[in-house]
Protein backbone atom coordinates (compact mmCIF):
# COMPACT_ATOMS: atom_id res chain seq x y z
CA UNK A 1 0.00 0.00 0.00
CA UNK A 2 1.16 3.47 -0.70
CA UNK A 3 2.08 5.85 2.36
CA UNK A 4 0.63 9.07 1.23
CA UNK A 5 1.94 10.67 3.86
CA UNK A 6 5.59 10.30 4.12
CA UNK A 7 7.58 12.86 2.71
CA UNK A 8 11.11 10.96 3.57
CA UNK A 9 13.11 7.76 3.90
CA UNK A 10 16.55 7.60 5.29
CA UNK A 11 18.87 5.21 5.75
CA UNK A 12 20.47 4.53 9.20
CA UNK A 13 23.79 3.65 8.93
CA UNK A 14 25.20 5.29 11.94
CA UNK A 15 23.77 5.13 15.62
CA UNK A 16 24.68 8.73 15.83
CA UNK A 17 22.07 9.26 13.62
CA UNK A 18 19.44 7.82 16.52
CA UNK A 19 19.31 11.19 18.19
CA UNK A 20 17.16 13.21 15.34
CA UNK A 21 13.87 12.30 16.89
CA UNK A 22 11.12 13.62 15.16
CA UNK A 23 7.09 13.86 15.22
CA UNK A 24 5.51 11.14 12.22
CA UNK A 25 9.17 9.15 12.51
CA UNK A 26 8.56 5.60 12.21
CA UNK A 27 11.63 2.46 12.49
CA UNK A 28 11.75 0.75 8.90
CA UNK A 29 12.75 -2.90 8.75
CA UNK A 30 10.79 -5.61 6.90
CA UNK A 31 7.90 -3.39 6.84
CA UNK A 32 5.02 -5.54 6.24
CA UNK A 33 3.00 -3.47 8.46
CA UNK A 34 3.79 -0.37 7.53
CA UNK A 35 2.96 -0.86 4.11
CA UNK A 36 0.01 -3.14 4.67
CA UNK A 37 -2.58 -0.59 5.54
CA UNK A 38 -2.91 3.39 6.16
CA UNK A 39 -0.72 4.98 8.70
CA UNK A 40 -1.86 8.94 9.04
CA UNK A 41 0.35 11.08 10.39
CA UNK A 42 3.46 8.81 9.61
CA UNK A 43 5.95 11.78 7.83
CA UNK A 44 9.43 9.71 7.76
CA UNK A 45 10.51 6.42 7.49
CA UNK A 46 14.18 5.24 9.16
CA UNK A 47 15.60 2.28 7.31
CA UNK A 48 17.43 -0.02 9.90
CA UNK A 49 18.21 -2.18 7.52
CA UNK A 50 21.20 -0.39 6.16
CA UNK A 51 23.17 -1.14 9.99
CA UNK A 52 23.87 -4.13 8.42
CA UNK A 53 23.60 -6.06 12.08
CA UNK A 54 24.42 -9.77 11.78
CA UNK A 55 20.99 -11.72 12.18
CA UNK A 56 22.04 -14.34 14.39
CA UNK A 57 25.01 -14.98 16.55
CA UNK A 58 25.92 -17.74 18.36
CA UNK A 59 28.50 -17.68 20.89
CA UNK A 60 28.96 -19.20 24.43
CA UNK A 61 26.47 -17.29 25.99
CA UNK A 62 23.44 -18.75 23.83
CA UNK A 63 21.97 -16.62 20.75
CA UNK A 64 22.11 -13.29 19.47
CA UNK A 65 18.63 -12.44 17.51
CA UNK A 66 18.72 -8.90 15.89
CA UNK A 67 15.97 -7.10 15.74
CA UNK A 68 15.67 -6.70 11.95
CA UNK A 69 16.71 -10.62 11.56
CA UNK A 70 13.91 -11.94 8.95
CA UNK A 71 11.49 -14.72 10.06
CA UNK A 72 12.87 -16.58 7.13
CA UNK A 73 15.91 -16.47 8.27
CA UNK A 74 15.20 -17.71 11.37
CA UNK A 75 13.14 -20.87 10.32
CA UNK A 76 16.27 -21.80 7.60
CA UNK A 77 18.77 -21.47 10.40
CA UNK A 78 16.47 -23.56 12.03
CA UNK A 79 15.63 -26.01 9.29
CA UNK A 80 13.17 -24.91 6.97
CA UNK A 81 14.79 -24.54 3.86
CA UNK A 82 11.27 -23.25 2.47
CA UNK A 83 11.82 -19.23 3.64
CA UNK A 84 15.27 -19.35 1.25
CA UNK A 85 13.76 -21.35 -1.98
CA UNK A 86 13.59 -18.40 -5.10
CA UNK A 87 12.28 -18.12 -8.61
CA UNK A 88 13.12 -21.27 -11.06
CA UNK A 89 13.76 -23.54 -8.67
CA UNK A 90 17.02 -21.92 -7.27
CA UNK A 91 17.91 -22.05 -3.79
CA UNK A 92 20.12 -19.82 -1.66
CA UNK A 93 22.86 -20.48 0.58
CA UNK A 94 21.27 -20.24 4.29
CA UNK A 95 22.67 -19.26 7.26
CA UNK A 96 24.07 -21.90 9.92
CA UNK A 97 22.41 -24.55 11.35
CA UNK A 98 21.84 -24.06 14.78
CA UNK A 99 23.82 -26.11 17.26
CA UNK A 100 22.54 -29.46 17.78
CA UNK A 101 21.20 -30.60 20.67
CA UNK A 102 19.61 -27.17 21.08
CA UNK A 103 15.44 -27.29 21.09
CA UNK A 104 15.25 -23.77 20.52
CA UNK A 105 14.95 -24.29 16.84
CA UNK A 106 11.98 -26.79 16.95
CA UNK A 107 10.03 -24.24 19.09
CA UNK A 108 11.12 -21.77 16.48
CA UNK A 109 9.73 -23.27 13.86
CA UNK A 110 6.41 -24.23 15.49
CA UNK A 111 6.02 -20.47 16.78
CA UNK A 112 6.94 -19.15 12.69
CA UNK A 113 4.34 -21.90 11.72
CA UNK A 114 1.81 -20.24 14.07
CA UNK A 115 1.83 -17.05 12.10
CA UNK A 116 -0.38 -15.51 9.57
CA UNK A 117 1.96 -15.46 6.83
CA UNK A 118 3.39 -17.62 4.31
CA UNK A 119 7.13 -17.96 3.54
CA UNK A 120 6.93 -15.02 1.16
CA UNK A 121 6.03 -12.61 3.63
CA UNK A 122 8.97 -14.69 5.86
CA UNK A 123 11.31 -13.22 3.44
CA UNK A 124 10.78 -9.48 4.81
CA UNK A 125 8.85 -9.81 7.94
CA UNK A 126 11.73 -9.42 10.97
CA UNK A 127 11.76 -10.56 14.51
CA UNK A 128 11.49 -7.47 15.94
CA UNK A 129 9.08 -6.07 14.18
CA UNK A 130 6.66 -8.83 15.09
CA UNK A 131 7.46 -8.36 18.71
CA UNK A 132 7.29 -4.41 18.97
CA UNK A 133 3.63 -4.27 17.20
CA UNK A 134 2.84 -5.80 20.54
CA UNK A 135 0.19 -7.99 19.33
CA UNK A 136 -1.36 -10.82 21.45
CA UNK A 137 -0.92 -13.12 18.84
CA UNK A 138 2.49 -12.51 17.68
CA UNK A 139 4.16 -15.82 17.84
CA UNK A 140 7.63 -14.43 18.42
CA UNK A 141 6.56 -12.56 21.23
CA UNK A 142 5.11 -16.05 22.73
CA UNK A 143 8.50 -17.97 21.64
CA UNK A 144 10.60 -15.11 23.28
CA UNK A 145 9.02 -14.70 25.83
CA UNK A 146 9.20 -18.24 27.28
CA UNK A 147 12.73 -18.55 26.40
CA UNK A 148 13.47 -15.80 29.03
CA UNK A 149 14.96 -13.97 26.44
CA UNK A 150 16.87 -10.33 27.36
CA UNK A 151 16.29 -7.15 24.86
CA UNK A 152 18.33 -4.96 24.03
CA UNK A 153 17.04 -1.32 23.49
CA UNK A 154 19.23 1.47 21.97
CA UNK A 155 18.06 4.74 23.36
CA UNK A 156 18.22 8.49 21.44
CA UNK A 157 20.94 9.92 23.78
CA UNK A 158 23.35 7.13 22.76
CA UNK A 159 22.75 5.12 26.28
CA UNK A 160 21.06 1.49 26.17
CA UNK A 161 18.95 -0.56 28.51
CA UNK A 162 17.66 -3.85 29.04
CA UNK A 163 14.54 -5.51 29.16
CA UNK A 164 12.35 -8.51 29.52
CA UNK A 165 9.77 -9.30 26.93
CA UNK A 166 6.73 -9.72 29.06
CA UNK A 167 7.93 -5.99 30.10
CA UNK A 168 8.37 -4.90 26.22
CA UNK A 169 4.79 -5.46 25.46
CA UNK A 170 3.05 -4.56 27.94
CA UNK A 171 -0.44 -4.45 26.40
CA UNK A 172 -2.58 -5.25 23.36
CA UNK A 173 -0.51 -3.40 20.74
CA UNK A 174 0.88 -1.64 23.49
CA UNK A 175 5.01 -1.72 24.00
CA UNK A 176 7.15 0.30 26.94
CA UNK A 177 9.41 1.71 24.48
CA UNK A 178 9.99 4.90 24.36
CA UNK A 179 10.06 8.26 21.59
CA UNK A 180 12.85 7.20 19.80
CA UNK A 181 13.95 3.75 21.12
CA UNK A 182 14.40 0.99 19.29
CA UNK A 183 14.84 -2.56 19.68
CA UNK A 184 18.27 -3.56 18.75
CA UNK A 185 18.68 -7.13 19.45
CA UNK A 186 17.46 -10.41 22.00
CA UNK A 187 19.61 -12.45 23.88
CA UNK A 188 18.16 -15.76 24.38
CA UNK A 189 20.56 -17.91 27.12
CA UNK A 190 21.97 -20.76 26.64
CA UNK A 191 20.26 -23.05 29.13
CA UNK A 192 17.03 -21.67 27.49
CA UNK A 193 18.46 -22.68 24.05
CA UNK A 194 18.75 -26.59 25.32
CA UNK A 195 16.24 -26.82 27.63
CA UNK A 196 13.26 -29.22 27.06
CA UNK A 197 10.14 -27.27 25.96
CA UNK A 198 6.19 -27.65 25.33
CA UNK A 199 4.26 -26.19 22.69
CA UNK A 200 0.82 -26.15 22.14
CA UNK A 201 -1.25 -23.76 20.11
CA UNK A 202 -5.36 -23.58 19.70
CA UNK A 203 -7.13 -21.38 17.01
CA UNK A 204 -10.98 -21.71 15.80
CA UNK A 205 -9.43 -22.57 12.21
CA UNK A 206 -6.80 -24.97 11.26
CA UNK A 207 -5.01 -22.00 9.68
CA UNK A 208 -6.42 -18.91 11.63
CA UNK A 209 -4.50 -16.68 14.11
CA UNK A 210 -3.84 -17.86 17.44
CA UNK A 211 -6.54 -18.19 20.43
CA UNK A 212 -3.92 -19.19 22.61
CA UNK A 213 -0.66 -20.07 22.99
CA UNK A 214 1.16 -21.91 25.52
CA UNK A 215 4.98 -22.74 25.99
CA UNK A 216 6.55 -24.76 28.49
CA UNK A 217 10.01 -24.70 29.65
CA UNK A 218 11.68 -27.01 32.07
CA UNK A 219 14.21 -25.22 34.47
CA UNK A 220 15.58 -27.27 37.47
CA UNK A 221 12.85 -28.52 39.27
CA UNK A 222 10.43 -25.76 37.99
CA UNK A 223 7.81 -25.60 34.56
CA UNK A 224 8.17 -22.01 33.51
CA UNK A 225 4.94 -21.80 31.88
CA UNK A 226 4.03 -18.75 29.48
CA UNK A 227 0.30 -17.87 28.37
CA UNK A 228 0.10 -15.73 25.48
CA UNK A 229 -2.34 -14.78 22.28
CA UNK A 230 -5.37 -15.72 25.22
CA UNK A 231 -4.50 -12.16 26.93
CA UNK A 232 -3.10 -8.76 25.87
CA UNK A 233 0.25 -9.46 26.69
CA UNK A 234 2.78 -12.91 27.45
CA UNK A 235 2.13 -13.73 31.27
CA UNK A 236 4.98 -15.86 32.75
CA UNK A 237 4.70 -18.18 35.93
CA UNK A 238 6.18 -21.16 37.71
CA UNK A 239 5.39 -23.80 39.08
CA UNK A 240 6.93 -27.55 40.32
CA UNK A 241 7.57 -29.47 37.58
CA UNK A 242 5.81 -32.28 39.09
CA UNK A 243 2.44 -30.20 38.78
CA UNK A 244 -1.18 -31.85 38.28
CA UNK A 245 -3.54 -30.36 35.58
CA UNK A 246 -5.40 -29.17 38.78
CA UNK A 247 -2.29 -26.86 39.87
CA UNK A 248 -1.83 -25.77 36.86
CA UNK A 249 -5.26 -24.52 36.07
CA UNK A 250 -5.60 -23.00 39.65
CA UNK A 251 -2.14 -21.15 38.60
CA UNK A 252 -3.33 -19.63 35.53
CA UNK A 253 -6.53 -18.38 36.62
CA UNK A 254 -4.75 -16.33 39.52
CA UNK A 255 -2.08 -14.97 36.98
CA UNK A 256 -4.40 -13.71 34.20
CA UNK A 257 -7.53 -13.07 36.42
CA UNK A 258 -10.53 -11.49 33.96
CA UNK A 259 -7.30 -10.10 31.76
CA UNK A 260 -8.84 -12.84 29.07
CA UNK A 261 -9.64 -11.48 25.43
CA UNK A 262 -12.68 -11.70 24.06
CA UNK A 263 -13.17 -10.98 20.33
CA UNK A 264 -13.64 -12.49 17.05
CA UNK A 265 -10.89 -14.92 17.55
CA UNK A 266 -12.26 -16.58 20.83
CA UNK A 267 -14.01 -15.92 23.42
CA UNK A 268 -12.99 -14.87 26.64
CA UNK A 269 -14.13 -18.64 28.18
CA UNK A 270 -12.72 -20.90 25.25
CA UNK A 271 -9.60 -19.28 25.32
CA UNK A 272 -9.37 -19.85 29.51
CA UNK A 273 -10.32 -23.41 28.85
CA UNK A 274 -7.95 -24.09 26.15
CA UNK A 275 -4.98 -22.39 28.45
CA UNK A 276 -5.84 -24.23 31.20
CA UNK A 277 -6.10 -27.56 29.58
CA UNK A 278 -3.21 -26.87 26.77
CA UNK A 279 -0.91 -25.30 29.80
CA UNK A 280 -1.52 -28.59 31.92
CA UNK A 281 -0.73 -30.75 28.71
CA UNK A 282 3.03 -28.49 28.22
CA UNK A 283 3.66 -28.91 31.82
CA UNK A 284 3.39 -32.40 32.18
CA UNK A 285 5.74 -32.95 29.07
CA UNK A 286 8.27 -30.96 30.07
CA UNK A 287 7.85 -32.10 33.57
CA UNK A 288 8.58 -35.68 32.27
CA UNK A 289 11.36 -34.61 30.30
CA UNK A 290 15.34 -35.59 31.64
Known sequence: MDLLDVEAHELVT????????????????????????????????????????PA???????LEIAATCTLGTLAAACGDPAPLLRA???????????????????LARQCLDALLAGFKVWSSATVGGNVCLGLPAGAM???????????????????????????????DGVTSLGPGELVR??????????????????????????????????????????????????????????????????RVDERVGGAWLDDAYGAADWRRHCARRLGAEVVAEVGAAR
Open 56 to 62: LVVDDDG
Open 88 to 106: GGVRAAGPTALPDGWTLPA
Open 185 to 250: SFRVPLPSCTAPVGFRRASRATRGRSGAVLIARRDGDEAVLTVSAAVPRPLVLRLPADADADLVAE
Open 14 to 53: DRGQLSDVRPGDAWLAGGTYLFSEPQPGLRRLRDLTAMDW
Open 141 to 171: TSMLAALDAEVLVWRPDGTSRTTRVPDLVIG
